[in-house]
């Protein structure tokens, strides 16, 4: 049975540094044998069908084979259509009624808990807030990711240790929902 996933790649385009054309991704999956193979925008995002492997798998395998192709490492995580769907369908703030901008999911290698993240005085980031999720965290910035003082906090490498990390904006969870439905 093939079924189809998401891959998504960490720090990838941005800033000049770590170019992945997206042409080049799609060569690159199917050449360790994915098929029906998509990309989405320029910042790491692919969808492709695979009849083997589960997702821990899959996304090893497509870190070991960027950085032979590439010579540097990237960050992968693969996730399928349900998983996709379940994140979003979970989103705990009102979706429809925000903009892209002010609503992103960080998608996580491992589940989270509410530990790690004790020592942030979430009062003090209001209007600002986070919920955690299924291997996910979904961040309210009404201002923006990139003026969040809260994502910045969150993004700290003791927040984070052990853990692959990548973060989208609601338009692409939504996308990717769409495009890895069969």
Not at 83 to 107: G, I, N, R
Not at 133 to 151: I, T, V
């Amino acid at each position: 049975m093939t079924t189809t996933y998401a891959a998504l790649l960490r720090g990838i385009n941005v800033g000049g540094s770590r170019k992945v054309p997206m042409a080049d991704l799609r060569a690159v999956l199917e050449g360790i044998g994915h098929g029906d193979v998509r990309t989405y925008l320029q910042s790491g995002q692919a969808v492709f069908s695979s009849a083997h492997g589960d997702e821990e798998n899959l996304a090893a395998g497509l870190t070991a084979a960027i950085e032979e192709r590439f010579g540097f490492a990237v960050d992968v995580i693969v996730r399928d259509h349900a998983y996709l769907k379940s994140v979003a369908e979970a989103c705990p703030y009102p979706a429809a009624e925000l903009t892209a901008k002010q609503l992103h999911v960080t998608y996580c290698s491992a589940p989270l808990d509410e530990e790690r993240y004790a020592g942030i005085d979430r009062a003090a980031y209001l209007p600002e807030e986070f919920r955690l999720g299924d291997r996910a965290l979904y961040l309210y910035a009404p201002d923006g990711l990139g003026r969040s003082k809260l994502a910045e906090q969150l993004a700290k490498p003791r927040l984070s240790k052990g853990l692959i990390a990548t973060t989208r904006n609601w338009n692409t969870v939504v996308k990717l929902v769409e495009m890895t439905q069969v």
